[in-house]
């Protein structure tokens, strides 16, 4: 059986209008859901394995206030597999699921003195620096896909203004993808700077290119966790990420159930 089939099969008439694409350590939201179904991606044909601590790998299909909602809780990252299309069934199922929207979060070095470990960042835009596209080898027309709005500046605004409203301390900015798994160097940083970009990480940019050629709109948050290599004294590691993000994810659930609830 295909995963769609599955799917339906596990919450039949189900409908999601909304997907949501949960990061490292930030799986917490699924306990804001009351739960339908919760099928692990292992029973869902060409669903990733992820790899990396703080990601479970599990398609939770519920409601969020009265919004129908599908979480999915962990992604595959390109520095897994050195494949960028590992996410690709996952969210071209979301799309003939009937959603229209992906919501992704992620956690992120901050390239701004002023956005502090903890706080959060919507992404209003985005640079591809790895040279590496998820769209690589597919063959249909709608491969070139426009990348103007990429990131729905109406659900931008609203989260900013949800976050706003809320106390939560959110910036937005220009998300920078580097394909990791090592964190960047200190002159990368400064490169990344000079280029325009805000916050950086190693996942999401190619999760949005794969929504937009499916016809998803794309909303995103960052988690800031650290500032990025070579801003302040101290070393950088996974665990420290994992830690940060946890601490922030009580803000980061509240903003998300916000926009979820009132998602019309
Ligand atoms: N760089 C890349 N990815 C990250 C970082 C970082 O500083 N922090 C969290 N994810």
């Known amino acids: 059986m295909n995963a769609l089939d599955v799917i339906r099969d596990r919450a039949p008439g189900f409908a999601p209008k909304i997907a949501v694409l949960l990061g490292s350590g930030l799986g917490g939201l ?81 390239l701004r003195l002023d956005m502090p470990p903890g706080s959060l960042m919507v992404i209003t835009d985005h640079i591809n620096f790895t040279g590496v596209n998820p769209l690589f080898g597919v063959r249909d027309d709608r491969r070139f896909v426009d990348m103007v709005g990429a990131y729905d500046a109406a659900a931008a605004k609203r989260l900013l203004a949800l976050a706003h409203g809320a106390g939560i301390r959110c910036h937005d900015g220009v998300y920078i993808w580097f394909c990791g ?10 490169a990344a700077t000079v280029l325009g970009a805000d916050a950086v990480g190693m996942s999401t940019v190619p999760e949005t290119i794969l929504a937009r050629h499916a016809g998803l709109k794309v909303a995103a948050l960052s ?30 659930r509240r903003l998300l159930r916000a926009f979820l609830e009132r998602y019309v």
């Open 30 to 110: 699924v306990e804001e859901a009351a739960a339908v179904a919760s099928i692990p991606y292992a029973e869902l044909a060409g669903f990733p394995q992820p790899t990396v601590g703080g990601h479970a790998g599990r398609l939770v299909l519920g409601h969020v206030g009265p919004t129908p909602v599908a979480i999915l809780q962990g992604r595959a990252h390109y520095y897994e597999s050195g494949c960028a299309d590992e996410m690709a069934m996952a969210i071209r199922t979301m799309a003939d699921l009937g959603c229209e929207t992906l919501l992704q979060t992620n956690a992120a070095g901050s």
């Open 223 to 252: 988690v800031l966790t650290n500032y990025a290599a070579g801003l302040v004294p101290g070393a950088l590691g996974h665990d420290h990420t994992i830690a940060v993000a946890s601490a922030a994810s009580g803000d980061l």
């Open 181 to 190: 798994p090592s964190f960047e160097t200190p002159a990368e940083i400064r």
